[in-house]
């Protein structure tokens, strides 16, 4: 499928949204979501430099024979998208949103983790290695699985290789001192999440700048992308109210709230109900 326009890109997401737990092109599917943002965004230019990636880890692979282990392309991997082509975290300016989108990211070189990551596993993909985000919370991580052997990544960190000391270190980092591993951590991120995953980073950045239109595009896109998400509609809800669509806003919430499966969070949703019909009022 085409994405060379916006409705094309609309079309592709909706589409991968529904494959369930299907493997996705991850790559594309991101460039998709920017591409809906930026309807005059030149989408090939992108695939080509990508491409570009993959033949350069092809010939590398080739030059020193298949992979035999998970290790070998871990290093494979890493030399070719941080030595080679520059890719690596952006540690000076980690709250730009263009760290959160792809093309952005290709161009500057300069990313998030999991917008990296999505970088790091297309290109393992395409050569048919078995690479896939880790259900880790606030940093993203990413493996490469061979022959029953597991190698996990770090993609903001240049591509080196974490073991459990590593991921308890950044854990701690990020959750406090009292946090501990969970098996949960280890376990495959779904495709879906690691896309919602960026998106979310996108949505948030666009919010700390008052960027409520960009927002609420990333939102209408995401939605698109992941329609059974419920919560997108309280995400929605609350960025029309910022906008003064205060009738459509009304509407979200009581969707949210037809759809919320605890008290807590119908509850949340009955306040906002509440200041939004005050405001039409």
């Known amino acids: 499928m085409q994405i060379n326009t916006a409705a094309q890109?609309?079309?592709?997401?909706?589409s991968a949204g529904r494959a369930e737990e299907a493997e996705l092109n991850l790559f594309l599917c991101a460039l998709a979501f920017d591409k809906v943002r930026n309807p005059d965004l030149d989408t090939q230019k992108y695939v080509a430099a990508v491409e570009?990636?993959?033949g350069a880890l092809k010939s590398k692979a080739k030059a020193q024979g298949e992979p035999a282990d998970a290790q070998v392309q871990q290093a494979l991997l890493s030399s070719t998208l941080h030595d080679d082509f520059g890719f690596s975290g952006n540690e000076a300016a980690y709250e730009d949103v263009s760290n959160a989108e792809i093309h952005k990211v290709i161009d500057t070189r300069l990313g998030l983790p999991v917008s990296l990551g999505i970088l790091y596993i297309h290109v393992a993909r395409e050569l048919d290695w078995d690479a896939y985000g880790l259900n880790f919370p606030g940093h993203f991580l990413m493996a490469l699985e061979w022959g029953g052997q597991k190698i996990f990544m770090d993609p903001f960190r240049g591509g080196r290789n974490v073991d459990a000391s590593d991921m308890r270190q950044i854990l701690k980092v990020l959750a406090g001192q009292q946090a501990e591993l969970s098996h949960d951590?280890?376990?495959r991120l779904a495709d879906q999440d690691i896309l919602i995953r960026l998106q979310n980073n996108l949505k948030t950045g666009l919010i700390d700048m008052q960027d409520y239109k960009g927002a609420l595009m990333v939102t209408d896109s995401m939605r698109v992308f992941a329609p059974d998400e419920y919560r997108l509609l309280f995400d929605s809800a609350i960025l029309k109210v910022k906008t003064e669509q205060f009738q459509s806003a009304r509407d979200d919430i009581?969707?949210?709230?037809?759809?919320?499966?605890?008290?807590?969070?119908?509850?949340g949703g009955e306040q906002l109900l509440y200041e939004i019909e005050r405001a039409l009022n």
């Open 254 to 267: 009581k969707g949210y709230i037809k759809s919320a499966p605890t008290p807590k969070e119908r509850m």
């Open 52 to 54: 570009g990636v993959v």
């Open 9 to 14: 890109a609309l079309e592709f997401l909706k």
């Open 185 to 187: 951590y280890y376990q």
